[in-house]
């Protein structure tokens, strides 16, 4: 995974990578809300209720399923290869690098009934001998035996999630370093237009107060249209939605441990919303697997050629009422 830098953009890099995890979840229809923390001490902390990061021992590398996904590169959706029908997040490439890139790194899962914890140094898997709260100065024994995660408490039957907080090392990422937490509740807003009816809470303690936001849109890509539109609609808001299904070659672990390719099938679900305004600027946003796309690509040139297609075979057909002729329709 590239970060693209130890600045600012590094460090929020490393917090999309976690959030969307959990945003993943709430994609496959396991969660509906993600609490976003930026704590005092420099830590950050993300906590969802999906259905947990799984902590059993993983048979084909021997360790459990958050010494996986937090150390191991290419660990995949939870691990099947169709776990995810679209992901955002990289599950094991993200993860793991934001592990790497810590001074301290704590996770704790939710899962059959049972809260699990597990503590890493840049890492490596350990314990930490903490006095009070969670510091990544106290002192820090790795694990002999690799599997060692911990079980510290109950839960209710059917609780599930996981909780992961982390101090980005110092070492790596510039002193001056600080997550924008403006650019954080744009990222919340977005994600929340994306995902009708996922909610997510920022909290941000770090100038001795709490100041909270949180985001939940229950209308989706139509409330995302009238909340960008810079004008007056001419129009309502047009909803066009598909699917299709496509085969593609993801890595998976073997029963060895070791990487191989294996072609999956995959569903390909399109939604649009258009909506006609005003003004003359045209506004237009796009996404992939909820990843912002600035640049557009095949799924937006290809979309606006098909609406080109549309428009122009309409006035065709009534272009002796409209007096206008398809050589007058250009795409602004």
Do not use: R, Y
């Given at each position: 995974m590239y970060i693209g830098s130890t600045d600012e953009r590094g460090l929020m890099h490393c917090?999309?990578?976690?959030?969307?995890?959990?945003?993943?979840?709430?994609?496959?229809?396991?969660?509906?809300?993600?609490?976003?923390?930026?704590?005092?001490?420099?830590s950050i902390e993300v906590v969802d209720n999906g259905r947990g990061v799984p902590v059993d021992i993983e048979p084909r590398t021997g360790l459990t399923g958050v010494e996986v996904v937090f150390t191991k590169l290419h660990a995949g959706g939870k691990f099947g290869s169709g776990s995810y029908q679209s992901s955002g997040g990289l599950h094991g490439v993200g993860a793991s690098v934001v592990n790497a890139l810590s001074v301290r790194l704590d996770v704790s899962v939710d899962r059959d009934g049972k809260t699990h914890s597990m503590s890493f140094r840049r890492g490596e898997p350990g314990s930490f001998a903490d006095a009070a709260e969670p510091s990544p100065s106290a002192p820090f024994t790795p694990f002999v035996d690799q599997s060692e995660l911990a079980t510290i408490g109950k839960v209710a039957k059917g609780v599930t999630g996981t909780r992961v907080r982390w101090w980005p090392d110092p070492e790596i990422f510039v002193k001056s370093s600080v997550i924008d937490r403006e650019g954080v509740a744009a990222r919340a807003r977005q994600t929340a237009f994306l995902v009708p009816g996922l909610s997510l809470k920022l909290n941000d303690e770090r100038d001795g107060t709490t100041t909270s936001e949180e985001f939940r849109f229950d209308g989706g890509l139509s409330e995302f249209t009238d909340f960008l539109?810079?004008?007056?609609?001419?129009?309502g808001t047009w909803r066009l939605k598909g699917d299709g299904t496509f085969k593609e070659t993801v890595p998976v672990l073997d029963d060895k441990g070791h990487m191989v390719s294996t072609e999956v099938e995959r569903t390909c679900e399109v939604d649009v919303a258009v909506r006609w305004g005003t003004g003359y600027d045209t506004v237009h946003k796009s996404f992939v697997n909820i990843i912002a796309t600035p640049k557009g690509g095949t799924h937006v040139a290809g979309f606006e050629q098909a609406l080109m297609k549309v428009i122009r075979a309409e006035v065709d057909k009534n272009s002796r009422r409209l007096k206008v002729g398809t050589d007058?329709?250009?795409?602004?």
């Open positions: 917090l999309w990578e976690i959030i969307d995890n959990s945003v993943d979840e709430a994609l496959a229809g396991h969660g509906t809300a993600i609490g976003i923390t930026l704590h005092s001490d420099g539109a810079p004008d007056e609609a001419l129009t007058k329709i250009e795409k602004d």
